[in-house]
């Protein structure tokens, strides 16, 4: 496994706008979030369970009025932040694709296997 660096610890405020990134996943550059939330990081691929694309109309944008949810501009999924399942919406039960991620020395990393593990 190796880590590479997303961004600062300060760059995600709690249930605050999502920090963006981009990754390749399964063979293909990806946009992806990153949210805190109840002081944890949580990493997600950017694109609905629904239809797929991104989450945020407003770049960032992905916590509901109540800032308790993850909602999907486009229809109004809305999601657990903690684990991504979709609680309600037009793709209930269905969960945003997560990453492995880690928080230490300041800074949010993602965790990548290596291609030949
Ligand atoms: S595209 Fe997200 S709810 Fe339809």
Same mark, same amino acid.
């Given at each position: 496994m190796v880590e590479r660096l997303i961004c600062t610890s300060e760059a995600v405020q709690e249930r605050s706008l999502a920090y963006r990134f981009k990754l390749e996943y399964h063979g293909r550059e990806r946009n992806a979030i990153v949210i805190r939330y109840g002081g944890h990081v949580y990493a997600y691929i950017?694109?609905?369970?629904?239809?797929?694309?991104?989450?945020d109309y407003n770049l960032?944008?992905?916590?509901?009025l109540s800032r308790e949810f993850l909602i999907c501009s486009t229809h109004g999924a809305y999601y657990?932040?903690?684990? !991504?399942? +979709?609680? &309600? !919406?037009? +793709?209930? &039960?269905r969960r945003l694709q997560a990453l492995t991620i880690s928080e230490h020395d300041e800074a949010i990393w993602l965790i990548e296997e290596m291609k030949n593990e």
């Open positions: 950017n694109e609905c369970a629904h239809v797929p694309i991104e989450l960032g944008d992905v916590f509901d657990n932040p903690r684990n !991504g399942l +979709c609680l &309600g !919406g037009p +793709c209930t &039960g």
